[in-house]
T-cell receptor, first 115, second 114 residues
Framework: AQSVAQPEDQVNVAEGNPLTVKCTYS??????LFWYVQYPNRGLQFLLK??????LVKGSYGFEAEFNKSQTSFHLKKPSALVSDSALYFC?????????????FGRGTSLIVHP | NAGVTQTPKFQVLKTGQSMTLQCAQD?????MYWYRQDPGMGLRLIYY???????DKGEVPNGYNVSRLNKREFSLRLESAAPSQTSVYFC?????????????FGPGTRLTVT
C-alpha cells in the first residue's frame, strides 16, 4: 500500500520569507510524486511532479520541490512567499510496483502567508 | 478550453432522495475520477474510469454508482442520500491511466444532505 504524510496541518510564514511545506511518502518501488494547490472554493490545481531525474523539480508560480530518496521526502519550497500563496497544499504519491497508479493524497497543509 | 466542468455547484438533499452529479472534460483525456473531500480527510477516491467503457471502485464506493457516458462525461449517482454523504465532490481527469500523469480537477459540487 502507498501512503503520504503531511505532518503539519498549518504553516505560517511572513511575506518575503522562504517557505517549506513538508511531505513524506511510502510506496513499493519507485515513487511518482505530485504537489497540488487548492484555493478557497476551488478545485485542486497541479503544481509540479517528480517522475525521474533531477531531484529538484521546478513548477508553477515559482514553486519547487526536492526529492530525497533516503528520507522518503518530497518537500515543497519557495524562496520568497507571497500573500497570494495562501492556500491548501496537497502532496500525492503513486507507484508502479505493488502500488496503484491512482495517486494517494495527503490530508493537506494550510499555508498562511502574513503581510 | 473549459477544462473539467461540474454541475451543479451546490445541492441540498433530504435523506433518501437521489441525484446525479455531472462531470465533463474537453481535454480529450482517457481517464476520469470522482473524489470526495471532507475536513481533515484529504481526498478520497470514490470511483474511477481508466478508459471509456470501464469503471472501477475506489476507496469509498458504498452508496454511489457511476456511468462513463462517453469519453467526455463521467457521472456520479447517489441513489438514496444519507447525511454521511454531505461533502464536497470533485471530478478529475488525466491524459491516461498511469503513474506519471497529473490530474486536472473540476470546481467541485458542495452537497448537503439533511
Amino acid at each position: 500500500a502507498q501512503s503520504v504524510a503531511q505532518p503539519e496541518d498549518q504553516v505560517n510564514v511572513a511575506e518575503g520569507n522562504p517557505l517549506t511545506v513538508k511531505c513524506t511518502y511510502s510506496v513499493s518501488g519507485n515513487p511518482y510524486l505530485f504537489w497540488y494547490v487548492q484555493y478557497p472554493n476551488r478545485g485542486l490545481q497541479f503544481l509540479l511532479k517528480y517522475i525521474t531525474g533531477d531531484n529538484l523539480v521546478k513548477g508553477s508560480y515559482g514553486f519547487e520541490a526536492e526529492f530525497n530518496k533516503s528520507q522518503t521526502s518530497f518537500h515543497l519550497k519557495k524562496p520568497s512567499a507571497l500573500v497570494s500563496d495562501s492556500a491548501l497544499y496537497f502532496c500525492a504519491v503513486s507507484g508502479r510496483s505493488g502500488g496503484s497508479y491512482i495517486p494517494t493524497f495527503g490530508r493537506g497543509t494550510s499555508l498562511i502567508v502574513h503581510p | 478550453n473549459a477544462g473539467v466542468t461540474q454541475t451543479p455547484k451546490f445541492q441540498v438533499l433530504k435523506t433518501g432522495q437521489s441525484m446525479t452529479l455531472q462531470c465533463a472534460q474537453d481535454m480529450n483525456h482517457n481517464s476520469m475520477y470522482w473524489y470526495r473531500q471532507d475536513p481533515g480527510m484529504g481526498l478520497r477516491l470514490i470511483y474511477y474510469s481508466a478508459s471509456e467503457g470501464t469503471t472501477d471502485k475506489g476507496e469509498v464506493p458504498n452508496g454511489y454508482n457511476v456511468s462513463r457516458l462517453n469519453k467526455r462525461e463521467f457521472s456520479l449517482r447517489l441513489e438514496s442520500a444519507a447525511p454521511s454523504q454531505t461533502s464536497v465532490y470533485f471530478c478529475a481527469s488525466s491524459e491516461a491511466a498511469g503513474v506519471t500523469y497529473e490530474q486536472y480537477f473540476g470546481p467541485g459540487t458542495r452537497l448537503t444532505v439533511t
